[in-house]
């Protein structure tokens, strides 16, 4: 099988093309500098030669505060891009699983938002990011929309990464303690989306590790795990703002994936366990 992946230079793409490779997939993973997704004519141009049997879509524009001032920037690779994937996909008859967020969801409530719940987000990147899924569903059969949400993986910078650099200056911090959801670890995601690719259980996915945390509890696993004498001081979203207004409820049901026989990933404490050990391994 001959698998093309967005987004290698990113934390979830690589992680996939690392996966696809250790199963003796065909695997070509891309970034903008072999192929920026926004340009329609190359875009045709390589799915045409290439031919792939499957795309795994995780390039995406990522920051979410800068998105709501650089509007044009993020709507061509979030929604142009996605589209020009999903029309050259449709040419060679290719799967496709799109990666999305739980940031299309408002946050309202406190129950986790399931599959088929109707979007609403609250920020501009989710927008686009909803916009792109509604592209892949009108433009495809053969689909995956996967959400998944507080992504870390080793190739990139993520909220453990940062906690880890701010340990080593500071012995208290400020954590918001109001937003609710679940990490994601790229090594665990990427196993699930390389079986997935393999199957033809085509539809709606949410992918998380597993258990729900807000950003304090998040942290705080980070600092005891990893050894770090950190004092946390809980604040509101209302007492930290940022540029992006972000959900307060990004819990999302898993129920589809358990549904449709796919292995839930482990619990987002053994995840970092896990990461922790494979950033050592790295530094090393
Ligand atoms: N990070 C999170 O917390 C989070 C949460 C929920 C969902 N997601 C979704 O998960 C997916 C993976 O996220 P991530 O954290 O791995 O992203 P990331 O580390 O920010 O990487 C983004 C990737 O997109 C590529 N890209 C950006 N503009 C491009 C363009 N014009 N043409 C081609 N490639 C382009 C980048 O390539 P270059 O570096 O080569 O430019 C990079 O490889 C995305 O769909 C994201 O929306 C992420």
Redesign the pocket.
């Known amino acids: 099988m001959q698998i093309l992946v ?9 992680d996939v093309v690392r996966h696809g490779v250790e199963r003796n997939l065909n695997v070509t993973g ?4 072999e ?4 340009n329609e004519k190359k875009v045709n141009e390589y799915i045409n030669q290439l031919k792939p049997d499957a795309i795994i ?6 920051a979410v505060d800068k998105a709501e001032d650089d509007r044009d920037a993020c709507w ?3 929604v142009e ?1 996605t589209r020009n994937l999903a029309k050259a996909a449709k040419n060679v008859d290719a799967k496709f699983i799109y ?5 299309v969801f408002d946050g309202e409530g406190s129950s986790p938002f399931k599959e088929q719940d109707t979007p609403n987000p609250i920020g501009y990147y989710g927008l686009t ?1 909803y916009k792109a899924e509604e592209i892949v569903k009108q433009e495809l059969d053969r689909f995956f929309i996967v ?5 870390f ?1 080793i ?2 910078n ?1 909220f453990i990464k940062t906690m880890l650099r701010l340990a080593e200056t500071k012995s208290e911090l400020n954590i918001v303690g109001d937003q609710y959801g679940s990490p ?1 670890y ?1 090594f665990d995601l990427s196993k699930l989306l390389i079986d997935m690719i393999q199957s033809d259980k085509y539809g709606i996915y949410h992918a998380s590790n597993e258990g729900f945390c807000n950003w304090v509890d998040f942290a705080k696993e980070i600092f005891i795990q990893n050894q770090n004498e950190v004092e946390i001081n809980l604040v509101t979203t209302e007492e930290y703002p940022t540029r992006a207004v972000r959900p307060k409820n990004s819990r999302m049901s898993k129920s589809k994936l358990i549904d449709s026989g796919f292995r839930t990933l482990p619990k987002w404490q053994d995840a970092i366990k896990r990461y922790l050990e494979e950033l050592n391994q790295e530094v090393k």
Not at 6 to 14: A, E, I, N, S
Not at 30 to 33: D, E
Not at 99 to 103: C, K
Not at 147 to 151: E, G, L, Y
Request: aromatic residues 6%; neutral net charge.
């Open positions: 967005t987004g290698v230079t990113g934390q979830l793409g690589h891309v970034g903008s500098n192929l920026d997704i926004t879509h995780c390039a995406a524009y990522t061509n690779v979030n891009g990666i999305s967020t739980d940031y990011k959400r998944i949400s507080w992504v993986g190739n990139g993520n994601t790229t």
